[in-house]
């Protein structure tokens, strides 16, 4: 079973541009969730998407945003990318939200903002 | 904000030593999971303890979980250099479908 797919694995943008990251999950899961993880802040929750909704979001701006397609693959988009923004993106999906599922993380996308 | 917070940020052990981590958390859970990631790549799961357990085993790792002290440990024992990584333990709340909340993680080194 394929794992969950992160794509690009690097990016390098410049201030003000915009970016949008791509996440497969595993074939069946509905659930996508998206982290950012920095050296300072941690893990940071984004969002969560099941069966194309978003259930939660976490406490970033609104230059974030995402979405979840019928197929479950999900894309995270960050307007006016600023300095700050870089950082290792993580998608991670599970079979259902909150519970007992187990969340299975993709390689990442880091992004560095210059 | 950080729901869990692991002891020590780091640590650096020999090889065959134990190595032993320690989370604590600040509201009531559900369930406890640990992963591991390696150098800036996925996290891995490690294993899930649920609220009404107290000790968890699998391989080389033992979990366990005190929710009167909100904290838990992870254990591994006989470290191997492969089990260099970051560890975290993430705590999904007990009003459920929340999001799991992640710890900053240790730092774990094992010198072969």
């Known amino acids: 079973k394929a794992g969950v797919t992160q794509t690009p694995r690097y990016l390098i943008k410049t201030r003000g541009q915009q970016v949008t990251l791509s996440c497969s999950p595993i074939?069946?899961?509905?659930?996508v969730s998206w982290y950012q993880q920095t050296p300072g802040q941690g893990l940071q929750f984004l969002f969560e998407?099941?069966?194309?909704?978003?259930?939660n979001k976490g406490n970033f701006p609104g230059r974030f945003s995402g979405r979840q397609f019928s197929n479950s693959r999900s894309e995270m988009n960050v307007s006016t990318l600023e300095l700050g923004d870089s950082a290792l993106y993580l998608c991670?999906?599970?079979?259902?939200?909150?519970?007992?599922?187990?969340?299975?993380f993709g390689q990442g996308t880091r992004l560095t903002v210059v | 904000s950080q729901q869990g917070e692991e002891d020590p940020q780091a640590l650096s052990i020999q090889e065959g030593e134990n190595a032993t981590m320690n989370c604590s958390y600040k509201?009531?859970?559900?369930?406890l999971q640990w992963y591991r990631q390696n150098s800036g790549r996925g996290l891995v799961h490690l294993i899930l303890?649920?609220?009404?357990?107290r000790e968890k085993h699998s391989g080389r790792l033992r979990v366990t979980l005190d929710t009167s002290k909100k904290s838990s440990s992870l254990l591994i024992t006989a470290s191997r250099a492969a089990d260099t990584a970051s560890y975290f333990c993430a705590t999904e709340s007990f009003s459920g479908n929340t999001p799991l909340v992640f710890g900053k993680g240790t730092r774990l080194s094992v010198i072969a």
């Open positions: 998407y099941f069966s194309e909704t978003q259930r």
């Open positions: 074939s069946g899961h509905r659930s």
């Open positions: 303890i649920r609220s009404n357990e």
């Open positions: 991670a999906s599970s079979q259902s939200t909150g519970g007992l599922a187990e969340a299975f």
């Open positions: 509201t009531s859970i559900n369930n």
